[in-house]
């Protein structure tokens, strides 16, 4: 895995302050389901993640993950199980029910922007993210790991400690990495929310953006495979 920690945030003058609004955040974003034609043979695509994939301060139906589930109707069943103000830790608690409950063939972890705010050690969100990956794989999933930058506020050695445990745990566990999910987002003020946190309704598009590419190469073989199923269902 190439490692290309991305300075995103370089120069960003953003209070802290502004930051820790993200980790008061506890609504729950319910689940979002795009309903194939033949949904109990469908692929599953489940997403664990916090505020930046429960469409955080804008309507549901603009978020990224909306989005994606409109983008594959028909073809895979997504399910966001995303909550806004969680951490590695608290999606760690739930996350074998979860997995268990929707029996996932893809799993989009999106979790540790918290940690970082939080200031957390960064060993501890890896050995949570570890924890997912390892449970994910169990059950049979393949992993999609969506990194996350924080601010220059908390110093560069944590910085840079904090962004490797991305490209570790993808190194380790051979599993697809978007290094930075807001990628060209996080330094265009009109793509964010008052807050500075949050993106706005118009960055959601580029979000998807960021992720299809490495999500397409998961999703290609199932939706293939799925599609050979039907046909030959269809024949007998």
Known sequence: MKRGIPVAWHGLNRMVTGWL??????????????EP???????TLLVMGDSLSAAYGIEREEGWVNLLA????GEVRVINAS?????????LQRFSE??????????????????????????????????????????????????????????????????????SLAEEYDVSLVPFLLADIALDDALMQSDGIHPTADAQP???????????Q?????????????????TQ
């Open 21 to 34: 609004v993200l980790l008061i955040v506890t609504v729950a974003s319910p689940s979002i389901n795009a």
């Open 98 to 167: 979860v997995i268990g409950q929707r029996q996932p063939d893809i799993v989009l972890i999106e979790l540790g922007g918290n940690d970082g705010l939080r200031g957390l050690p960064p060993n501890q969100m890896q050995a949570n993210l570890a924890r997912m990956i390892e449970q994910s794989q169990d059950a049979g999933a393949q992993v999609l790991l969506l990194g996350i930058d924080i601010p220059p506020n908390y110093g560069q050695a944590y910085r840079d400690a904090f962004t490797g445990v991305f490209y």
């Open 83 to 91: 909550i806004s103000g969680e951490t590695t830790s608290g999606g």
């Open 37 to 43: 034609v033949n949904p109990d043979a469908a692929p």
């Open 206 to 216: 580029i979000i998807l953006e960021n992720v299809w590419p490495e999500l397409e």
């Open 218 to 234: 998961l999703l290609q073989p199932l939706v293939e495979r799925q599609l050979e199923t039907t046909q030959q269902a269809a």
């Open 70 to 73: 409109e983008r594959l109707e």
